[in-house]
């Protein structure tokens, strides 16, 4: 199944896909320790 298949799919049910999709990057970023996301982002 192709991406862009399961993203219609999934928005056919109602469902926000990049409402999902940053929520969940949102919460793993929170969950990294700060060295990481900083050398990550280039963050220094």
């Not at 990049?18 to 996301?37: C, D, F, K, N, Y």
């Amino acid at each position: 199944m192709h991406p862009e298949t399961l993203v219609a799919l999934v928005n056919d049910l109602g469902i926000p896909t990049t409402v999902g999709r940053t929520s969940a990057i949102r919460e793993h970023v929170l969950e990294m320790p700060e060295h990481v996301v900083a050398d990550a982002l280039r963050y220094h």
